[in-house]
């Protein structure tokens, strides 16, 4: 029972048909509390400028409204920036730095009310020049902080003795997180200033700080509870924080309860993104395609605030080299202030922008020597005669990379598919297909050291049922129930009996966010801890009572036994109450072994990585530049996977998004700094057609984590993200091309194929 419940038992989401009938609770659906009342928001209609004192009268005098706050009305700090960051207000105070930014927050007796409120305010703002893309920053000298330059050897020197150089130039556009669930919070006051949040939120711990510095209390006074949450990939990280202080100034200020839910185009519209990112680069190489030097520069646009910005540019730098080896580098990392919302997390953290460097760099080498880019890429895969260390000091596991890569060519057939697509492009002229491969390793941890902590909380009842809570957040990836097969597994029982309870800062506090693909890593072990003490504990009951050894006594299939003895679990937990043995327990991980220089930029940032390899065919029309994504082939490596349904769940699912990224979902700005892609209608996401008809995903078998994981299974929640360039590749092979912005619009297709002269009939 203990091996079909417990770790490595392809279970499904615990929520799965909740889900599927709608019976799953999220924060919208909380029965309303006795006098409810509804929160809007009043957001900038410019991108940037001086900001008068703001005339609550017109919204006041609107029915139903109950009350206007401004950035007056915060009895704390109107700071919600993460802890020892610069200051970043939650209503603008003054000074306007982009479009859709806080100014005010309406309460009314209905939703209804409090839009016509905020509606009704008209803010009076002097416009000032907004700078809207990260090449005017750089004009401008306009940056969030001082730039990070990852070194290694001297690349200038080794760019000048090298018997090739190229140089190019390409942009990533960002990506809007576009969850099912927007975000939302309801925060209900209690007696003596106590306030229970529930928030969509990504970080519980940070809604309970940030709230706690804008209300001007103790922390203890604010708990914040999430069952789950309806997608958030990154969005629901920090931003998520500044809404859930919203709802509770005004609950605070009102003192009834407050429910605040942005709509799409607002949500959009206030919320950060995925970073835009420049890429300027300079690479050496020789004959045999082995690049010698490489001299790159990452500018990410991280709209006008710091936000996680600096996180976000540490991964694309110490990810831009992926699994390649390139003895003398210098990388520079840079974080650009523009008039836009301020960008933030999204699944990845920056790795997928970084990661795309080296695929434009091996694709432009491999141009200019007339080889394959698959040949180019081989020739530097990190190992196997080159370097294993990366420029920052941590080794990457060379015999892993080529396995994933090997494994995904043969599976995909590489050579006859290869040889199929040079065959059908020579016969057709309009219609050409491509063929792109990717390889990747991926760090897993927190750049942040402190981040890497997580704790939990289980109780083993006299019934023998088990209560399970932990910091980790449910959105749907499949956590709850990874480490519900954890706390099973210890305890040999069916995982109906462990009771999956809501992420709560009263029960579990201090915790890091879900995020970083690091939710099973760390709260399964904190799990695990938690239950092993509580099972030692049981098992010295058992020994006693049987005269045996406690080492003997086993846990299996829902009973315990050792030697010719055994009962069932709950009759033993009946045992232990009686015999007051404390079935309660607590349990602390932090990630072992890990360190980061963060002014030296050197160090074992990263507890171990994953690798994965992709294979991608698609079929471009070259009047018009639309294309479809005929096949793709995945191999990624999850080590021992705790759940292979999940995990191969959020393989597709990550690819698809990725798929998003990188062609369809584009971002636009007009000239006055205004999003104009703001809902369905002009943002376009992947659909169901968008899914490739013929899509295979295999997990490597046999090759579980080295570092010590929990049951030496593998992070996945992000590096599948990044199995989606080999399209990118693909495109550019079926365009005839070497560079091609993204996202790969069928507009940039379509331009890109004529400037290199592969649109039939061009000119005429």
């Given at each position: 029972m203990a091996r079909r419940s417990g770790p490595g038992a392809a279970l499904r989401q615990d929520s799965a048909l909740r889900h599927a009938t709608g019976e799953a609770r999220?924060?919208?659906?909380?029965?309303?509390?006795?006098?409810?009342?509804?929160?809007?928001?009043?957001?900038?209609?410019?991108?940037?400028?001086?900001?008068?004192?703001?005339?609550?009268?017109?919204?006041?005098?609107?029915?139903g409204v109950v009350a206007v706050l401004g950035a007056a009305e915060i009895p704390g700090r109107n700071d919600i920036a993460q802890a020892g960051k610069a200051p970043e207000v939650m209503l603008a105070e003054g000074l306007v730095e982009h479009w859709g930014q806080p100014l005010a927050i309406v309460v009314g007796e209905s939703r209804d009310a409090a839009l016509a409120g905020a509606a009704a305010l008209r803010p009076t703002i002097e416009p000032l020049r907004p700078v809207l893309s990260v090449e005017e920053a750089l004009e401008a000298g306009s940056l969030l902080?001082?730039?990070?330059?990852?070194?290694?050897?001297?690349?200038?020197?080794?760019?000048?003795?090298?018997?090739?150089?190229?140089?190019?130039?390409?942009?990533?556009?960002g990506q809007e997180h576009f969850y099912l669930e927007g975000q939302i919070a309801l925060a209900v006051p209690g007696e003596d200033g106590d306030l229970v949040i529930h928030s969509s939120t990504q970080h519980p711990t940070e809604v309970q700080h940030v709230a706690a510095r804008v209300l001007g209390c103790d922390q203890n006074r604010i708990s914040v509870q999430v069952r789950r949450l309806g997608g958030g990939f990154g969005g629901k990280e920090s931003n998520a924080s500044w809404v859930a202080a919203c709802a509770a100034l005004a609950a605070r200020h009102t003192g009834r309860p407050v429910k605040l839910r942005l709509g799409r185009n607002q949500d959009i519209a206030a919320t950060g993104k995925r970073h835009p990112m420049l890429f300027r680069w300079e690479a050496g190489f020789d004959g045999n395609g082995r690049i010698l030097a490489l001299d790159a520069t990452l500018a990410a646009d991280g709209g006008h605030s710091l936000d996680l910005s600096g996180g976000v540019v540490f991964r694309a730098v110490t990810h831009a080299l992926n699994c390649l080896d390139v003895p003398d580098v210098t990388i520079t990392g840079l974080a650009c202030k523009t008039n836009t919302v301020s960008n933030t997390a999204f699944r990845g953290f920056g790795g997928p922008q970084g990661v795309l460097l080296m695929e434009e760099v091996t694709r432009h080498v491999a141009r200019a020597l007339g080889r394959s880019q698959e040949a180019v890429r081989e020739c530097n895969l990190a190992g196997g005669g080159n370097g294993?260390?990366?420029?920052?000091?941590?080794?990457?596991?060379?015999?892993l990379i080529r396995r994933v890569w090997a494994e995904c060519r043969d599976g995909a057939q590489w050579e006859r598919r290869r040889a199929e697509v040079d065959a059908f492009n020579a016969s057709h002229e309009v219609v050409r297909r491509g063929l792109g491969s990717f390889v990747l390793a991926f760090g897993i941890s927190f750049g942040i050291m402190s981040m890497n902590q997580a704790g939990a909380l289980v109780h083993v009842y006299e019934d023998g049922s088990i209560r399970l809570n932990h910091g980790g957040t449910e959105m749907g990836q499949g956590l709850f129930i990874k480490v519900a097969q954890v706390v099973a597994g210890v305890f040999g029982v069916p995982v109906e009996r462990v009771r999956i309870t809501a992420t709560s800062t009263a029960e579990v506090p201090n915790t890091a966010p879900t995020a970083a693909s690091t939710g099973s890593d760390l709260n399964g072990w904190a799990a695990h801890l938690a239950a092993m003490t509580i099972r030692h504990r049981m098992a010295e009951q058992a020994a006693a009572e049987w005269g045996v050894s406690p080492g003997d006594v086993r846990f299996e299939e829902g009973e315990v036994l050792a030697g010719n003895h055994r009962m069932r679990f709950g009759e033993l937990a009946h045992r232990c109450v009686q015999a007051r043995v404390s079935l309660s327990s607590t349990g602390f991980y932090r990630t072992p072994g890990i360190h980061w220089d963060p002014v030296r930029l050197r160090g074992q940032p990263f507890f171990y990585f994953s690798y994965g390899a992709a294979i991608a065919e698609v079929e471009l029309d070259l009047l018009t530049g639309e294309h479809r994504l005929?096949?793709?082939?995945?191999?990624?490596?999850?080590?021992?996977?705790?759940?292979?349904?999940?995990?191969?769940?959020?393989?597709?699912?990550?690819?698809?998004?990725?798929?998003?990224?990188?062609?369809?979902?584009?971002?636009?700005?007009?000239?006055?700094?205004?999003?104009?892609?703001?809902?369905?209608?002009?943002?376009?996401?992947?659909?169901?057609?968008?899914?490739?008809?013929?899509?295979?995903?295999?997990?490597?078998?046999?090759?579980?984590?080295?570092?010590?994981?929990?049951?030496?299974?593998?992070?996945?929640?992000?590096?599948?993200?990044?199995?989606?360039?080999?399209?990118?590749?693909?495109?550019?092979?079926?365009?005839?091309?070497?560079?091609?912005?993204?996202?790969?619009?069928?507009?940039?297709?379509?331009?890109?194929?004529?400037?290199?002269?592969?649109?039939?009939?061009a000119g005429g």
């Open positions: 999220f924060t919208d659906d909380i029965p309303a509390p006795p006098g409810l009342l509804h929160a809007a928001l009043v957001l900038s209609p410019v991108a940037h400028g001086r900001l008068a004192p703001l005339d609550f009268s017109p919204a006041r005098a609107a029915p902080m001082p730039p990070m330059v990852l070194a290694r050897g001297n690349a200038r020197a080794a760019l000048e003795a090298a018997p090739h150089r190229l140089s190019g130039q390409f942009q990533a556009g294993e260390e990366t420029p920052y000091g941590q080794a990457l596991e060379g015999d005929l096949r793709a082939d995945l191999a990624q490596d999850c080590g021992a996977s705790l759940n292979p349904a999940v995990d191969r769940g959020q393989i597709e699912g990550a690819f698809v998004q990725g798929l998003g990224w990188l062609t369809c979902e584009e971002l636009w700005w007009d000239a006055e700094g205004r999003l104009r892609t703001l809902g369905p209608s002009t943002y376009k996401i992947p659909g169901s057609r968008d899914v490739p008809p013929e899509f295979h995903v295999q997990m490597l078998e046999g090759a579980p984590a080295r570092a010590e994981t929990i049951f030496r299974s593998k992070a996945v929640g992000e590096p599948p993200v990044m199995l989606a360039t080999a399209v990118w590749n693909a495109l550019c092979d079926a365009a005839g091309v070497e560079h091609l912005d993204l996202p790969a619009t069928p507009e940039r297709l379509l331009m890109a194929a004529r400037a290199a002269g592969g649109r039939p009939g």
